[in-house]
């Protein structure tokens, strides 16, 4: 019997739902939403990750049922071949690695949701292009920017930004869970400590200390460092910042990550202790790094003398 979905059942008794605004799907909710609720309170673990399920999964549903006319049902629409076809097809503006995040949440409900089906998929995503560091120029950019913030609140929210993205090199989630007593100081510095899914202790670099040291000192123990007034964590709330801030800047955090990557790699650190305050589990993860980071210096030879 094949697997369908009752579009008048309110399958949410979690309230799962109120942690997504669907924008794109909002003018089509009152159908296609209580059949994406349903879809991502089967997927969800434990009422993890729901955000970027939903993120993933909406755009899909919307995709196969819209521009398709495929019914929505789980064993009609939770198929490899569509789901290879909308990643490929309908997400232009993705990068690769933004591509390949979704394609993982869609093929894991599609694992749960229709376990059976067979279709195959023989399309393969193209290569991330490699991330490009920030040079000396662009860095004293991002200062300027974070400097000339319309209030105190985005001024500090700016460089409370710089400092865990290009003093720490969090990633965006890890940046968004960050709160003050997260944030330690030390006789040898200040440190960072992320409980996400590479949970591990990161020293800040002392040029980007003291945008986080005000931000620490401004809020409470238990408050998000970055936005301290926001709810939940949600993937898009750093691209809202930068949005409202206008600015003609290739601003991403991303290649802040990578421009502290190859710091470390530049002043010597070896790519062993950079995967375990990274969260790197592997030398290729750090490839990218690798090929930015300078062959020859001073810096690099002092370490090297103490081995």
């Keep these: 019997m094949e697997k369908g979905f009752d579009l008048q059942h309110d399958d949410d008794p979690l309230g799962l739902s109120k942690t997504y605004l669907p924008i794109m799907g ?4 009152n159908t296609i939403g209580p059949f994406i609720t349903h879809a991502v ?3 969800a673990e434990g009422g993890r990750d729901l955000p970027g399920l939903y993120s993933a999964i909406t755009p899909f549903v919307l995709w196969c049922w819209q521009s398709r006319g495929i019914d929505l049902r789980e064993d009609r629409i939770f198929r490899r ?4 076809q909308f990643i490929h097809l309908a997400t232009p503006t993705l990068s690769p690695a933004s591509k390949a ?4 949440a869609l093929w894991r ?4 949701l229709n376990p059976h089906d067979t279709s195959v998929s023989g399309l393969a995503l193209p290569r991330s292009t490699p991330t490009i560091p920030y040079n000396d120029s662009e860095l004293a950019q991002l200062q300027s920017w974070a400097l000339a913030q319309s209030t105190a609140a985005r001024r500090q929210d700016a460089g409370t930004l710089l400092a865990l993205g290009l003093g720490a090199g ?4 890890e940046i968004l869970e960050v709160t003050v007593s997260d944030v330690t100081i030390r006789p040898r510095g200040m440190f960072v400590s992320v409980w996400a899914s590479r949970p591990r202790t990161v020293p800040v670099l002392a040029e980007w200390s003291s945008y986080l040291r005000a931000s620490a000192e401004l809020s409470r123990g238990q408050e ?4 301290a007034g926001r709810g939940a964590p949600s993937s898009d709330q750093v691209s809202e910042f930068l949005a409202r801030a206008r600015s003609g800047l290739d601003i991403r955090v991303v290649r802040m990550r990578a421009t502290w990557l190859r710091r470390h790699l530049a002043d010597g650190m070896s790519p062993i202790e950079l995967m375990q305050i990274s969260g790197i589990h592997t030398l290729a993860g750090l490839q990218n790094s690798l090929n930015f980071a300078p062959t020859t210096g001073h810096k690099m030879a002092k370490r090297g003398d103490h081995k």
Aim: aromatic letters at 14%.
């Design 224 to 227: 998000w460092v970055f936005a």
């Design 41 to 43: 309170s089967e997927v």
């Design 81 to 84: 071949t569509l789901a290879d």
């Design 101 to 104: 995040t979704h394609r993982g």
């Design 170 to 173: 969090l990633a965006t989630r």
């Design 109 to 112: 409900a599609i694992e749960i």
């Design 26 to 29: 909002l003018p089509y909710w």
